[in-house]
DNA sequence: TATTTTGTTCAATCTTGACTGAACGAACTG
DNA sequence: CAGTTCGTTCAGTCAAGATTGAACAAAATA
């Protein structure tokens, strides 16, 4: 490795995606993951998910767990092969926002059930918590709506087939 | 400190902000000063939250910092006083969905900027790196319905003049 | 002017979570 | 059955950020 050297576009698009991942509170790995899978589909085999991003053998197994978890990509078993394999999921991006608003309404009956106990709290208290309260109720209502948006393909291409049929990646 | 203590309801719920501000990606102390300042208002000065809350003052600095360029609280000058004091803003939480949507609009650019750089990908490959800034624009699109919500103080009580006269911290 | 108060900054420490690599069991191969 | 491949798990390491507390400068006080 040279000093000066600048990787090639596929890498750093592969790497911007696990620093956007890694701002969003996930881990960088995820997103390097998502970056491949998104260049170019699929499906990989778990021992080429290793190599081709240098990440050991057990980040690959932690980290397509969680992206499997989250709807992202999608465990595949090939005809004549032993290793697991992985491919971008149909609809990869809607249990993210789920969770998201899940978050947000988990918080708000976090904060309603603490705020019943409160006592000594004069109006202008009871208020203020109940604007928190509708705050994480708005963002709850934001993102579902968002999960709207991404059923209906807003602004996005049309739902087509999305699985593909091929083997190779591309 | 017992070890079967139960910590009273107020302080239930500021540590309950300190933990859903902190699973945001925010410092927990800056939760729970949030916390602090939705149950009472203020103003509070400098000593008053490092005691109240006991942390140090350095972190009160930095996290009184953190709320006000959010806009979650502001600086107050009290006359006859050389300590600051600092009370919850009138409209606390705009900016805060303001910075999601900006980091949102970000990572779409992000994306697509480093998509023009990009090549030997096939058009299924640009469809689906189209479809992740998508993503992203959706992200954006939703936090700013959710700004206009936070405005008309959709579900939540009318703006009224939220900013306390009285001085006292109820 | 000397002292105190106040808020900021920064080096050091602590905490948390990511990542690795070795150990392991299961499944396959020969 | 012995050896290999495969994915998971877990103890250990590492990195990033939060938090503290002391040092500091500015402003107020006496």
Redesign the interface.
Known sequence: MSSDMTQD??T??IE??GL?LQ?D?MPRIAGRLMGLF????GPFSFTDLADRLAISRGSVSTNTRLLEDLGVIERVAMKGERQDFFR?AAD??AEI?ERKRV?SIR?QE??RR??E??????P??L??????A??F???A???E??LD??RDG????PRTNRA?TSMAA?
């Open positions: 576009a596929e750093d698009f911007g995606m956007i701002s509170g998104v260049l170019h589909g971008l990869p991006y926002v978050r918080a976090s904060i603490n705020a106990t409160l006592d000594n709290i004069g202008n208290g208020k203020r918590v109940d604007e928190l509708n705050f109720g708005v963002l209502t934001a993102t709506r968002a948006d991404l807003d602004g996005a291409l593909d591309e």
